[in-house]
């Protein structure tokens, strides 16, 4: 390419150089009209261009991708819990305690005149279980049901007979009055034997050789 270019400004060379001559030349027929004109735009055409034809330049078109739903996160747990094993309770058999009422006479008429009771209640009930060597307050519900009050000091409960399981003596004074048709509760402190078994203890209210009302506590030690 350059070689053809160096060969295309030798003629022009040559042809301007001629036309020098020419023009100095006396009497020298000039060359056709417009010749000069065209040899020298052939020239300039073959010259190379120093400018290089623009490049065209691809312009990438940006693809549209469809989205893609994320699927929601899923949380793993990292520890796994053991539950507690189930409990189950075993009902505990609960002894019915028989009250055998062994010189107890619950709602039975007692005495007679002034003096006469009706039992209308024990806490505990007779032969109800009690460990060794504790202390007990056996409290019996009575009712005046004779035709005169109990003044306090007039009455004792005494200690007749069975074992002695009293903790504070054989006999004691009535603390308070009870009149006609009133309920009150008299109450004994004992203390059960260390020795296991079955005990009976009786009781009674008295006025001075009258023993009208006869209180019975029985009890299993265990």
């Known amino acids: 390419m350059i070689k053809k270019a160096s060969l295309q400004i030798t003629q022009v060379a040559i042809y301007l150089s001629l036309l020098f001559l ?22 300039v055409q073959a010259l190379p261009t ?21 699927p929601p996160f899923t949380a ?7 539950p507690f094993p189930s409990i189950t309770f075993t009902p505990t058999l609960t002894e019915t305690v028989t009250d055998v009422p062994v010189g107890v006479k619950v709602g039975k008429y007692q005495g007679r005149g002034n003096y006469a009771c009706m039992i209308m209640g024990q806490k505990p009930d007779n032969w109800s279980k009690i460990r060794p060597d504790t202390l007990v307050y056996v409290t019996w519900s009575i009712k005046n ?23 504070y003596g054989p006999s004691r004074e009535l603390s308070f009055d009870i009149p006609v048709g009133d309920t ?39």
Do not use: H
């Not at 009258?210 to 265990?222: A, K, P």
């Open 22 to 43: 020419l023009a100095c030349a006396p009497a020298v027929t000039p060359p056709p009209s417009g010749l000069l004109a065209t040899i020298v735009a052939a020239t």
């Open 50 to 70: 120093n400018t290089p034809y623009p490049t065209a330049t691809a312009t990438l078109i940006p693809t549209r991708v469809r989205a893609t739903a994320t």
């Open 76 to 82: 793993t747990p990292w520890i796994t819990l053991t």
């Open 145 to 167: 049901v004779g035709g005169k009050d109990w003044q306090k000091g007039g009455l004792d409960i005494v200690f007749l007979k069975g074992s002695k399981l009293y903790e």
């Open 184 to 222: 009150r509760d008299i109450v004994i402190v004992i203390r059960t034997p260390k020795a296991g078994g079955d005990y009976q203890s009786f009781w009674g209210l008295k006025r001075g050789d009258n023993m009208f009302c006869e209180l019975t506590f029985n009890v299993s030690v265990r």
